[in-house]
Structure formats: structure tokens, C-alpha cells
């Protein structure tokens, strides 16, 4: 679409949404489409889930999963194209070329990588995996991507695809943009135990939970260690808790801080009231997840037609490439 800016991102099919993807990344995904100035594409990633386990007999039903949470959490897949990498061979196409043209000494010097070899323990690296942010820049490249909009984790990636971008102009002329990656203002939303929001660590809001869920989990939120009963005097500024009031009702965030620090407000009617917020916030999600639940079919209808749109435009993509470097 002319003068609309192209935006490009996925996530890896790992299951169910929370809270913590839908502040680092999935906000900035509708506020954009939303906004009326952007074309949206949303790739499901599941060759790169293929990076840290073969096994692969989950993941059709992980990406089901996290395009209903996609939906539910407003992404409209008549407006933003949803579909699987794994369904459209260009992306390996276009990542065979860009490996030629970055290092391996490049790849290993990836922070991400090396964080994740240091705590996943994962074995003996494959060369697939050495490879996973040239796949990620085919997959923001291949629809010509100008913004990425991403959790803060993943922005080497993002510089990576930028220097591809500009090594392949370079060396066979103007095919691709620079993209920028853009971040949300609360990248990192702690878990109910004030480490990062996640699945495996049991600490995590799910989008799809419902409300007497929602109600449970914050029931067992860590708080201020010092505040022990009500009366006791609080300190917001190190409180997950409190950070949920941000996050999620701002309009009582200077009320919430004095009775914190004051000690009139106790914890627990603290946490229900962010509970009570938060399952403010996610009732139009449960909504509209609802409306999707109940027509499972149409959710293979909208990756098929997802994937249709992409091919059009990642096999336009491809025949530039070509026709750049003289093959074919
Ligand atoms: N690496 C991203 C993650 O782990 C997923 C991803 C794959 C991606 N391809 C992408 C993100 C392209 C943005 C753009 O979440």
C-alpha cells in the first residue's frame, strides 16, 4: 500500500500469551495497526522454534493457541496478515543468501545467543541456531519490514538485520530498508514473584485467563518483604504490584502510592484492586476469544489466507533479489 509504513514481527509458537508479551510487544502490534499510518504482517515462527528443540509435535498446536491470543488481543487478520513461516519458502530462501553474507565470528559474538547458551544449558549448538538471527532478518526483510516492533531482547537481532540490509545494498544494489526496532514503554512487566513475566516460571498472567484466575494468581503476588500487615508502611517503587497499578490503572497510581506509603492501604485490598483492573482490561479480549473460539475453522481459513497474502508479497521480494544479483 503506498506511503503506508511496512511493519513486520512475530513471536516463536510457544503456547498460550500473558500479560508480560502483550506489554513488550503485542500493544505496540495493535496500537499500530490501529493507527492507520502502518501495513501490518505477524509471523508465526515456528522453523525458529526449530532452533532450540526438534521436536516439533507441539507446535501446530502452540500456534493455534497464540493466534487466538494474537485475535483476542485485537490483531485483525483482515487488516494484518497472520501466517506461519514454515508455509512460505521464501524465508529460507531469502536466509540461504543473507548466510553468505554475515560471519559466523559475527553470530557468535549475538548477546542473545550467548545468554541463552549460559541459562537454557542447552548442548552442542547447531548450525541452525547459530544462524537464528539471519532467519529473523529473512522473515523482517522478505516484506520489505521498516519497523519491528519488539521486546527489548530482541533488538541485537534487529541491528543484525539492519547490517544484512545494508551489506546486501551494498554489494547488489538498493533492495531492502534499514528497519528500526521499536519498543513499548514498559518493556519488561515483572511476574506474580518480581522476575520477568514467564510461562516456565509459573509467575505469569495469561491473557486467556479467566477472572477468578486472574483474582487467584494475584492473590499470591509477591509484595514489599517490609510490609507485613496493614498499617505497616510500603515502598511502590520496588512492588510488582504496583507496577500492575501503572500498567494497568493509572488513574489511581498517586492514590494506590500514598496508601502504600502511608500503611491505610493493605496489600491484599492492594492486589484486588489491580486484579480487578486487570480483568477490566482483558474482558474485551475474552470477548472477542469467544467469538473465535466458536468458529474453530476460521482459524485455519485465516492462516491460509494470511499465508496467501505473505507469498504474494515474499515471491515479489524474492524475484527483486534475483534480478539484483543477477541470477537467474
Ligand atoms: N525472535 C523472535 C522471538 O523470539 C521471533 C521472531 C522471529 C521475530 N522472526 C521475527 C520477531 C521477525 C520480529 C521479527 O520472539
Same mark, same amino acid.
Given at each position: ?12 509458537? !510457544? ?10 510487544? *503485542? ?24 532452533? !532450540? ?7 501446530? &498446536? ?38 553468505? *553474507? ?8 549475538? @548477546? ?7 541459562? *537454557?544449558?542447552?548442548? @552442542? ?11 529473523? &532478518?529473512? +522473515? ?52 506474580? +514473584? ?12 495469561? *491473557? ?15 509484595? +514489599? ?7 505497616? @508502611?510500603?515502598? @511502590? ?16 497510581? +498517586? ?18 484492586? &489491580? &486484579? ?53
Amino acid at each position: 500500500m503506498p506511503n503506508k509504513k511496512i511493519i513486520l514481527s512475530g513471536m516463536r509458537p !510457544t503456547g498460550k500469551l500473558h500479560l508480560g508479551h502483550w506489554a513488550g510487544a *503485542l500493544e505496540n502490534w495493535v496500537a499500530l495497526q490501529n493507527g492507520g499510518g502502518y501495513s501490518n504482517y505477524h509471523l508465526i515462527a515456528d522453523y525458529h522454534a526449530l532452533t !532450540t528443540n526438534i521436536d516439533t509435535s507441539d507446535i501446530h &498446536a502452540f500456534s493455534l493457541e497464540m493466534v487466538l491470543d494474537w485475535l483476542s488481543a485485537g490483531i485483525d487478520p483482515e487488516v494484518s496478515p497472520v501466517f506461519r513461516q514454515s508455509q512460505i519458502k521464501e524465508h529460507t530462501e531469502l536466509h540461504l543468501v543473507f548466510s553468505m *553474507l554475515i560471519t559466523t565470528a559475527r553470530l557468535e559474538r549475538n @548477546p542473545t545467543l550467548k545468554e541463552q547458551v549460559r541459562d *537454557l544449558e542447552l548442548g @552442542p549448538m547447531s548450525y541452525g541456531y547459530l544462524g537464528y538471527p539471519v532467519l529473523q &532478518a529473512a +522473515d523482517i526483510l522478505l516484506y520489505k519490514g521498516e519497523v519491528v516492533p519488539v521486546g527489548e531482547d530482541q533488538l541485537s537481532h534487529v541491528e543484525i538485520t539492519r547490517e544484512i540490509a545494508r551489506d546486501f545494498n551494498r554489494q547488489y544494489g538498493q533492495v531492502f530498508p534499514e528497519p528500526a526496532a521499536k519498543l513499548t514503554k514498559f518493556a519488561r512487566l515483572p511476574g506474580l +514473584d518480581g522476575k520477568k513475566m514467564s510461562k516456565s516460571l509459573n509467575n505469569a498472567i495469561l *491473557l486467556s485467563d479467566p477472572p477468578d484466575e486472574v483474582n487467584k494468581k494475584m492473590k499470591k503476588a509477591v509484595t +514489599d518483604p517490609q510490609k507485613i500487615r496493614k498499617g505497616d @508502611p510500603g515502598r @511502590p517503587d520496588i512492588c510488582l504490584v504496583f507496577t500492575y497499578h501503572k500498567k494497568f490503572n493509572p488513574s489511581e497510581e +498517586d492514590e494506590i502510592r500514598k496508601g502504600c506509603e502511608s500503611g491505610s492501604l493493605g496489600c491484599v485490598d492492594c492486589k484486588m484492586r &489491580a &486484579a480487578e483492573k486487570i480483568n477490566i482490561f482483558l474482558e474485551p479480549f475474552r470477548e472477542r476469544r469467544k467469538k473465535y473460539e466458536s468458529e474453530p475453522e476460521k482459524l485455519d481459513k485465516i492462516l491460509r489466507d494470511g499465508e496467501e497474502r505473505a507469498r504474494a508479497v515474499a515471491s515479489q521480494t524474492m524475484s527483486d533479489v534475483h534480478k539484483a544479483m543477477k541470477l537467474g
